[in-house]
């Protein structure tokens, strides 16, 4: 008899985003041959939109429910999620492979926008459930504090959307708010429930690991407040921009910095005195280039506090698509995969560490090419080539995710 919904085990679960982050992959790959070949009955526009809304909706997304979920439960990689839970993440993850099918074949179709409405209340219910859950669990104040806010941040960042239906709707065309509305739900995406839930996640999993907590209650709170005003970086080419909050914001990114570094630091200390002997190879390897990649993230948007870096960036597509790649694929993405294999969520097979590092050299590759497309921006050159090669980084990160995925299916 096949299992119901209701006993699907959590590291069910994570096998299932695992295949849904080879199918983002799929997409991308897609689009870059878009760029060598001619495929008349694929739009690009299309794909890339279903790529965006599958990769935040049915991996990342459905990856930090999970890992969130266990973290507030106590649910071990081989018991069962709760009833409630199920049926959110089966939501989620159906909703999301509605939104992939018709943004490939209509685009911003009305079928699409209502799917992304019935993907954002998913995720307002699941935010619901887990919130009242933290109320009982027996965490640090640190750790709810950073759990919390990353579930506030997710429900902020709905409202860019909200917002740029509404111009669209009054039919205010204006370019730049409809840019500050998608760039809103970006950065509280990205920078509130994205990065503030794997840092949650880490912490949990350090104070497990060792008994230590890394972060004060106050700490938290720090870095959580430094996320409302960096979102103004995104915006700096407004027209007759407040001086007194330019100052906050350059305040403010300096602060992230530091935070930033402290925290590493203690990271790092706490992984090397009390952790590393159970700290899986693999994920030793990905969280370090994950550490790398967070530091120059926070490199470049503190230049992009200068007025003309930012106007310029923010207004050059190759560069806005290498910084998202940055975050979303290294800093975000590879961390859950470090996290979902020092879990025992995801099985290491001899040889499996090939997967692992043609993952890292295809996602560098692919970051490297887009930064030098986004470096054309500023000095007059040009590379030829550089498609091929990003095809290729495609083609190396889709065999690695197929290698590291079908692994999970071999008993």
Not at 121 to 130: K, R, T
Not at 391 to 408: C, D, H, P, T
């Amino acid at each position: 008899m096949k299992k119901s919904i209701r006993y699907l085990r959590a590291k069910t679960w994570i096998v299932v985003t695992m295949f849904n982050l080879l199918v983002v992959g799929i997409f991308g790959f897609v689009m870059r041959l878009k760029f060598l070949f001619p495929i008349p009955w694929l739009d690009q526009k299309n794909i890339m939109h279903a790529h965006s809304h599958f990769a935040f909706s049915a991996w990342v997304s459905q990856a930090m429910m999970i890992f969130l979920i266990m973290a507030v439960t106590g649910v071990k990689a081989n018991q069962v999620l709760s009833r409630k839970y199920q049926y959110i993440l089966s939501a989620n993850w159906t909703v999301a492979i509605g939104m992939l099918i018709s943004f490939s074949i209509t685009g911003y179709s009305m079928l699409s926008i209502v799917l992304s409405f019935l993907s954002i209340l998913v995720s307002y219910l699941f935010c619901f459930h887990l919130s009242n859950d933290l109320k009982s669990a027996q965490l640090p104040v640190a750790i709810v504090l950073l759990t919390r806010a990353a579930l506030i941040f997710n429900v902020a960042s709905s409202f860019g959307t909200y917002f740029l239906a509404y111009l669209k709707a009054s039919h205010q065309l204006d370019p730049l708010k409809q840019l500050g509305s998608v760039y809103f739900y970006l950065h509280f995406q990205y920078n509130g429930w994205f990065f503030f839930g794997c840092l949650a996640l880490l912490i949990h999993w350090l104070h497990k690991q060792t008994g230590n907590m890394l972060i004060s209650r106050r700490f938290a709170l720090f870095y959580v407040l430094t996320v409302v005003p960096t979102y103004f970086l995104s915006v700096l080419w407004w027209k007759n921009f407040p001086t007194w909050l330019y100052i906050i914001l350059v305040l403010t990114v300096g602060l992230q910095l530091v935070l930033w570094t402290k925290l590493a630091y203690r990271t790092v200390q706490l992984i090397r005195n009390k952790v590393s002997l159970t700290l899986i190879q693999d994920t030793y390897k990905i969280w370090l280039c994950v550490l790398f990649a967070m530091f120059l993230k926070l490199i470049l948007q503190g230049l992009s506090v200068i007025p003309a870096l930012s106007q310029h960036a923010y207004g050059f597509r190759p560069i806005v698509i290498a910084y998202l790649h940055l975050v979303l694929l290294v800093v975000i993405s590879l961390f859950l995969i470090g996290y979902a294999f020092q879990l025992g969520l995801l099985k290491i097979e001899k040889g499996f560490h090939y997967g692992t590092y043609g993952l890292l050299f295809g996602i560098f590759l692919n970051e490297f090419v887009l930064m030098l497309q986004g470096l054309g921006g500023f000095i007059p050159y040009s590379i030829a080539g550089t498609h091929t090669v990003l095809a290729i980084a495609a083609a190396m990160i889709i065999v690695s995710l197929y290698k590291i995925s079908q692994a999970q299916l071999r008993e």
